[in-house]
């Protein structure tokens, strides 16, 4: 399916506490590598795929609670690259970013959470990824 066919709902996942018309904007810190800027906002139509972004932005911060949003992009929106045909053949992931803000709809709480064990291992595989200076997430 391409970007132009989704129609959604959509979600974003991420440590921050924002109400029902918030926009998310272009131009932010990273969830994942705050001294970088990002020039799109990232999204998916898989509800728990917000919600991995979500627990991975607090593990990475150290601190925080998850949300998860279901949002509204306000213009185009494009595949994610950094996913799309680079690591996976199509768009199973069903990501996607826009350099157009995001409004948020509401807060959904019925995302599945990481297992603790799930928790453990991915907390390890970030260590790693950031000793070894890996890239995260672009």
């Known amino acids: ?35 970088v800027v990002m020039n799109h906002v990232y999204f998916t139509a898989l509800r728990d795929g917000g919600g991995l972004a979500a627990e991975l932005a607090v593990l990475l911060a150290g601190a925080g609670e998850p949300h998860v949003y279901e ?11 950094n996913v799309t045909d680079k690591k996976f053949p199509g768009n199973p992931t069903r990501s996607y970013r826009t350099s157009a803000p995001l409004r ?34 672009n």
């Open 71 to 81: 949002v509204e992009p306000t213009g185009p929106f494009e595949d994610d690259p």
């Open 1 to 35: 399916m391409a970007a132009e066919d989704e129609t959604g709902p959509f979600f974003h996942g991420t440590r921050a506490a924002l109400r029902p018309g918030d926009l998310l904007v272009a131009g932010r810190p990273s969830n994942y590598r705050p001294e």
């Open 104 to 137: 948020i709809v509401r807060e959904v709480d019925d995302w599945t959470r990481l297992t603790p064990e799930a928790v453990t291992l991915w907390r390890e595989r970030l260590t790693t990824m950031r000793d070894g200076r890996a890239e995260i997430i």
